[in-house]
């Protein structure tokens, strides 16, 4: 019975590198989103995705920044030339339908040096 | 613009002591509201959706309730163990597509 599995759990990566987070879904779940979360700050919703699609993703800084939830294999959070203040946790969801309650993943937090 | 805003930011209590937290939100179009539970270091753990006014759900010690523009999460009696953020977060179905926007969260301690 797994839950959301994200890896890595731990990530450091130094200023200019590329960053690959990576979210598989809970077994059935269809609907995947990804947040950021800043110490002592809430969770930032950055993207919505269903199978092949992004459905929203409004809270994704336009460059630097995709995601993907291709019809095989995980979700995957690409951060490219990656920056200090990219430095967070990032958590996976996923939900069966749109308007269900979420499965968080333990997420990745992601260290910039 | 869609806004959560939870208070109060931070909440100790003496084990047994109930309480209530509270989350007031502006949204254009409510498809559910949520509440959550966050240890430190973990990813959130969901509890509740609440999806219309007058709507209540209970879980153990915790019950949660919905107004039009708030919803309270009330602790009854509670243990350390229910030390934790709580988060609550709205879903809006309006143009601002389904994503759901989390408040900033109400940290309790809770005292043996």
């Known amino acids: 019975n797994a839950g959301v599995m994200q890896n890595p759990r731990h990530l450091v990566r130094r200023r200019g590198q590329e960053a690959r987070l990576r979210c598989s879904p809970v077994k059935g779940h269809s609907h995947v989103y990804w947040y950021r979360q800043l110490p002592e700050e809430g969770l930032k919703f950055m993207v919505y995705l269903q199978k092949e699609n992004i459905i929203d993703e409004s809270g994704m800084p336009k460059e630097r920044f995709s995601a993907e939830f291709p019809k095989e294999g995980p979700s995957i959070l690409r951060i490219q030339q990656v920056v200090r203040g990219d430095s967070a946790a990032y958590f996976c969801a996923s939900s069966p339908y749109s308007d269900y309650g979420y499965t968080f993943g333990s997420g990745t937090r992601l260290t910039v040096v | 613009e869609d806004q959560v805003t939870q208070s109060p930011e931070a909440l100790r209590l003496q084990e047994g002591e109930s309480s209530s937290l509270n989350c007031s939100y502006t949204v254009s179009g409510l498809r559910g509201l949520f509440w959550y539970r966050q240890d430190p270091g973990k990813g959130p753990e969901f509890l509740f959706t609440?999806?219309?006014a007058g709507e209540e759900k209970e879980k153990e010690r915790l019950k949660a309730t919905l107004t039009k523009k708030e919803s309270f999460l009330h602790i009854t009696a509670p243990k350390p163990e229910d030390s934790a953020t709580y988060l609550c977060?709205?879903?809006?179905?309006?143009?601002?597509?389904?994503?759901?926007?989390f408040g900033a969260g109400t940290r309790l301690f809770v005292k043996a």
């Open positions: 609440l999806y219309s």
């Open positions: 977060a709205v879903q809006a179905g309006g143009t601002g597509g389904f994503k759901t926007i």
